[in-house]
Structure formats: C-alpha cells, structure tokens
C-alpha cells in the first residue's frame, strides 16, 4: 500500500507501542494458593460503596455476601475464601494519593468451603429481568476496568432495544493478557456468557472483537463459537487503543457514538470477555465474582504470567508468586497507558484489576519535557479527534474554560498523544489535571448552590413565619376588640334603667 493509499485508507488515530505480552502470554495459567488474609474493599465499581452486612468474628462460607449493594448504581461484595471476619476498617486504596478507603478482612480458614449455589439448568428458559437480577446478585462488573455493574448494562440494552452485542477482547493494552488467556483457556465461557448477555438484552448477535496479535485467543474463540453462528468472531487492527468501546463499535460496525451518548443509544452494548465468563459463571454455576485473571508482568518479575487469583490479595503476595529479580522501580495497577500507579504493594486487588506491573528501572524512567515543536503528533494520534495541543495550552494558562471549548470532557486519558510527543510532555497529566479542577469546581458550584438554596428557602420560611405571626396576632386583635365591644355593649345595656328606651 502506497503513502496516499495508507493516508486515505488507514485510520488516522492510535499508536502502535511496543505490546510486551510475550513470554507473559504464552505462559499456562496458574492459580496462587488463597493467602491467610485477605481484604476486600467495599468499593470496586462505579457507583456507591456497598454496605457492610457482617460483623467482626462472624464465621462466613467462600461466595457469601459480605456487603450488599446500596443505591442505584452499585454492587455487593461476597467472601473469596471461606474463614472467619477479622476486622472491619481501612486499607490503602489503589490510587496514586495512597488513602485509606474502606475494607473487610477475613481470616482464611483453608477449608475452602461454598455457600450453597443456586444454578440455573438453562439460563435461556429466564426472564431477561431474572437473568439481571442473578448477575447483579453475584456482584458483577465490567472486568476490562470500567467496573461498571453489568446488570444496570442490561436493563439499559433491554429498553433501548439494543440489537448488537460488542464483546470486547480487544486488550490493547501493552504487557496485559489476562483477557488473552480467559480466550484461550476458557472460551467456552466467553462465548456461553455472551448468548447469556444477549439473551439478556435482546441482541440478535455477538460481534466479538479480538486484535489480531491474538492468533491462538482467535482460534480458541472460533472453535467454541461454531456451533452457534450468532456470536461472529471479528479480528480487528492491534491498534491502540482499539479497547475503548467508541473505537471498537467504529472498527466492527461502522457506527459512531456521538460525544454526548452511550453506545446503546446507537443499538450497541460493550461487554468484555472476562466480564461474560463471570455472566457464565453466576448463571450457570451460580457463583458471584470473587476471583479474577490477573497479568504480573514488567522487567522486574522473575516468572511474568497470568493468574488466577482470589480477589483482596495484596500485591506483595502475587509478586511473592511470581518471584522479583529486583526491587521494583515503580508498581502500577492496570497497564503503562491508563494504568494506576501504587505506591506499595499492600494493596487488595480488586475485580476491575487486570493487571500488576513491577517496572525495572529501564521501565520506570521518564524522560525529561521539553518545549512543545506544535509538531501536530498529538492530535494526529488522539482517537478521539482532539487537539491536545491546544487544551494543554489553555491548561497551562490556567484557562480551564478554554480547555472545556476544546471539548476536554471527551478526553479518554488513553494516553495516545503523551506516547508520541517527541517533547515528552506529560499532557495527560494536564488533562487529568484540569478534569480533577473542573470536577472540584462543578462540586463547589453544586455546594454552592445548595447553599444559596438553603439560604433562599430559610429567608422564604422566616417571612412565612413572620407573616403567618403577623396574621395571627391581627386575629387575635381583631378577637379582642370584638370582644371589648361586645362588652361594652352588653354593659351599656345593663346599665339602662327598665322601660327606657335607648
């Protein structure tokens, strides 16, 4: 294909950086030993925190709910393991600032002992809102790292009337494979929860998306797919970051999610591939979401691989697993692009964690910024069609609505346009920057208009009150005066002498 060819044809966003996946990917699948101890943090999705429904020294049973779900975007918490509930308190969270969020603490008592399950033979004969209602009980969530809960996803889908389901196993992320190995060694899950999900939301198809530097993932998924010609399965371009659910809808289906949007509206619904073997594993096994793969990988790992572990391991013990040539430069939850840098090791996993990256120094280096060349580079790569050239500017004056006009609420933070900046400026940095002080700000105006409502409402019930007082005590005037002139009659009529006539 020639230069003009490729300009025309080629889409002209994402980058192509170095994936890393191998020997990691092409290792078997291990399963870590459940640790003495672990905690599992009552916040591992978006929405609200569950609430704690177990007490301290209270004996619980693996796949016991611990912590229910509570407003209208959450989900329950169940034990990994079985054992016996030790504390109740705070642990480090999995983020940059290291704060305490909270955490129950159980005690593993090795016998590894299940609640009583409730499977259903076939999950085709449920309802789609009874389908729902077991896979938001078995605590749920998107497992490619939105963990968003996956039945609020489904009821959206139903009333929406979505037609197509996305399977995502795109997993463009560079030294992850987590998603890679739950298609290879267990696609028969994959593709079981993806006719669940659409069964569930009334898709009449599957499109499932796989970067085609997945060859054995492609094969493995074709194979478990063949007996059902409904779930298709559709290599697509290894382009970063082909895993954004906007850019994969484009690649399969042609179909843009406007800026404004959710991608049912346009009769799609993104799953991930580990979020349908969980589908699978809560219909049909009735079990609920307490272990995950999880990828150790990076330059400091003596035996990078995937693993099956239980959720609320701390991350020393999966790289205790693994075994380290070295102390790790840097630790960072998730992948190098998106990914969440930790500042130890004594922190949970938790269910939207694909992956433990231990950096050598090599790794961990950052290069020194320099001044911006307006080279263009950064908004050729942006998969969004933004110029983050001109939002960083705005940023660095301090002029945040400048930046908004340059419509900065679509930034994904994937991170395409720090990754090509020949200047090495950290321009995801500014924009997680200025998303943090305009969502600060937008909390202040909320707070402040409250206030002023508050306020308003107070003024509004002194004057009622004042008024209504006001009112009364002119009744209450009005009373007496007419009771002093009803008086004063009655006694001037008394005071008459009998047959005179006033």
């Excluded at 918490?77 to 983020?95: D, K």
Aim: glycine share 10%.
């Amino acid at each position: 294909m020639g230069f003009f060819e490729r300009i025309f044809k080629e889409p002209r966003w994402g980058v192509h950086p170095d994936d890393h996946k191998r020997p990691a990917a092409d290792m078997p699948l291990r399963t870590l030993p459940p640790p003495a101890r672990l905690y599992m943090p009552l916040h591992q999705h978006v929405g609200g925190a569950a609430r704690p429904i177990v007490l301290v020294g209270q004996k619980v049973l693996k796949g016991e709910l611990l912590a229910d779900a509570q407003g209208n975007i959450s989900a329950p918490i169940h034990a990994p393991v079985s054992g016996t509930i030790s504390a109740i308190g705070e642990v480090t969270a999995p983020h940059p600032s290291g704060l305490g969020f909270a955490a129950i603490t159980i005690d593993n008592d090795f016998a590894d002992r299940w609640i009583d399950t409730d499977p259903a033979a076939d999950p085709f004969a449920l309802s789609p809102e009874e389908i729902a209602r077991r896979t938001g009980r078995a605590g749920v969530v998107g497992l490619g790292g939105a963990t968003f809960p996956a039945a609020i996803k489904f009821a959206l889908g139903k009333r929406l009337q979505v037609g197509t389901l996305i399977v995502n196993g795109g997993e463009c992320e560079p030294y992850l494979s987590s998603d890679d190995r739950i298609m290879r060694d267990h696609a028969d899950q994959v593709v079981d929860g993806a006719r669940i999900v659409m069964h569930a939301i009334g898709a009449h198809e599957a499109l499932v998306g796989i970067e085609d530097n997945k060859p054995e993932a492609i094969a493995a998924m074709r194979k478990a797919a063949e007996a059902f010609p409904e779930v298709k399965i559709r290599p697509v371009p290894a382009r970063y970051p082909m895993g954004s659910d906007k850019q994969l809808i484009q690649t399969l289906t042609g179909k843009e999610v406007p800026a404004d949007a959710r991608a049912a509206e346009v009769g799609v619904l993104v799953h991930n591939v580990s979020t349908c073997a969980a589908v699978h594993k809560a219909i049909r096994l009735g079990q609920p979401l307490v272990e995950r793969i999880v990828t150790i990988n990076g330059g400091a790992v003596a035996k990078p691989g995937n693993i099956f572990a239980p959720l609320g391991t701390l991350v020393d013990e999966l790289l205790a697993f693994t075994g380290l040539v070295e102390t790790p430069s840097r630790l960072i939850l998730g992948g190098p692009m998106m990914g969440v840098p930790l500042l130890h090791g004594r922190i949970p996993l938790v269910k939207g964690a694909s992956g433990i990256l231990a950096f050598d120094a090599l790794e961990a280096a950052i290069p020194e910024a320099g001044p911006c060349i307006r080279c263009g580079s950064c908004t050729r790569a942006c998969p969004m069609g933004l110029l983050p050239i001109e939002m960083a500017a705005h940023i660095r004056a301090g002029d945040l609505d400048g930046a908004v006009g340059f419509h900065l609420s679509d930034c994904i933070s994937c991170g395409c346009c720090a990754y090509v900046c020949p200047s090495h400026i950290p321009l995801v940095q500014y924009f997680s920057h200025a998303k943090g002080e305009l969502m600060t700000r937008e909390r202040a105006k909320l707070r402040s208009e409250a206030t002023r409502r508050l306020a308003e409402a107070r003024v509004e019930r002194v004057e009622r009150e004042t008024r209504e007082k006001a009112e009364a005590a002119a009744r209450r005037k009005a009373e007496r005066d007419a009771a002093k002139a009803k008086a004063a009659v009655e006694a001037a009529a008394a005071a008459q002498p009998e047959g005179e006539i006033a």
